[in-house]
């Protein structure tokens, strides 16, 4: 696949802002742009992913390509770049931006049908586009010293038989609708049930409810998250009882500790719950021992994958 890139190459100073590909271009990020026209965007007709980068290696990128790949497949999305493309341009996004700790995105967009042709999607051209952005966490520090606050929404997630929460997409009306209900309550973080009363997940994370030191996170309904797999696994290690299983809303309310977990910020406590207070509100033990042995077994190699930086010059 030809790959070229723009002639700003030359300063240093757009690209440390990120770097960003789109369909055979790489460009900083100012200047990364779709045509308003794209099926992406009319109709969020788009799957993605986001991997994270710390100290120079991405965190489980395998896992996260593949993901992505299962996810453009349930959309039936194909781009041109087979799975070894898209990791060499995600390497090289990074590498352009020079970022050691970073946010990486990588989007499959419908596109649009070309003149002449059916108006409809199977006749549309897709096509990848991917960023690096310095580190994002959804959590501010503030949030992660006192826990967040969460509520759980009357807006219902959208029902798994109409867009299956286990691929990545832009169906987000439930949840942004869900954070305005947390915002009116003075709350942080929304929490979304589906229509049998069951925990699903929040806006960009998974759930995870500790009772009596047992842990247990919805078994369905979700993103199958790759942070919520490594607190699995964690926890297997640990020798602290895990479950994946159904969670009713009684269990998150009367929980001795929430977490919520996501690529953009690890694992991050939680203190209250409709107003509840868990613990002496502030982040709890299990908590602790999670975030310390999931940012220790990081710092010491734990799926990670180095940065190409030579795929940068
Ligand atoms: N659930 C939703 C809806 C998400 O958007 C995300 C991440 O963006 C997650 C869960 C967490 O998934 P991961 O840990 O793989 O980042």
Redesign the pocket.
């Known amino acids: 696949m030809p790959v070229t890139e723009t002639s700003s190459t030359q300063t240093p100073t757009p690209w440390a802002a990120g770097a960003a590909y789109i369909d055979g271009r790489f460009m900083p990020i100012a200047e990364a742009a779709i045509p308003i026209t794209d099926w992406g965007y009319r109709r969020s007709d788009v799957t993605y992913d986001?991997v994270g980068v710390r100290d120079g290696a991405f965190f489980r990128l395998d896992d996260?390509v593949r993901?992505f790949r299962a996810s453009m497949e349930t959309f039936r999305l194909k781009p041109p770049e087979d799975d070894a493309a898209i990791k060499r341009v995600l390497h090289r996004c990074v590498a352009l931006a020079g970022l050691r700790d970073a946010y990486v995105a990588m989007d499959c967009l419908r596109g649009r049908p070309p003149a002449g042709q059916p108006y409809h999607p199977a006749f549309a051209r897709n096509y990848l586009a991917a960023f690096a952005l310095p580190w994002i966490s959804l959590v501010r520090p503030d949030v992660m010293e006192r826990g967040a606050h969460l509520v759980v929404a009357e807006t219902l997630r959208i029902p798994t038989r109409s867009v299956d929460?286990r691929a990545?997409n832009f169906h987000w009306a439930d949840?942004t609708r869900g954070q305005f209900e947390a915002r009116d309550r003075g709350a942080d973080f929304c929490v979304l049930l589906d229509e049998d009363g069951h925990v699903t997940?929040?806006?960009?994370?998974?759930l995870f409810v500790v009772a009596e030191g047992r842990l247990a996170t919805p078994d369905a309904g979700?993103?199958e998250?790759?942070?919520?797999q490594s607190v699995i696994e964690l926890a297997d290690e640990l020798g602290m009882p895990v479950a994946v299983r159904k969670v009713g809303v009684a269990e998150l309310r009367d929980a001795d500790e929430i977490l919520l977990?996501?690529?953009?910020g690890g694992i991050m406590p939680a203190s209250r719950i409709d107003g509840r207070i868990m613990g002496n509100d502030r982040p709890g033990p299990v908590f602790r021992r999670l975030h310390d042995a999931f940012w220790g077994k990081r710092a010491g190699g734990w799926h990670a994958t180095p940065v190409d930086y030579a795929a940068g010059e």
Do not use: D, Q
């Not at 997940?201 to 998974?206: A, C, R």
């Not at 977990?261 to 953009?264: D, S």
């Open positions: 986001v996260h993901r929460p990545k949840l997940e929040g806006p960009g994370f998974n979700v993103l998250g790759l942070t919520r977990v996501t690529t953009a």
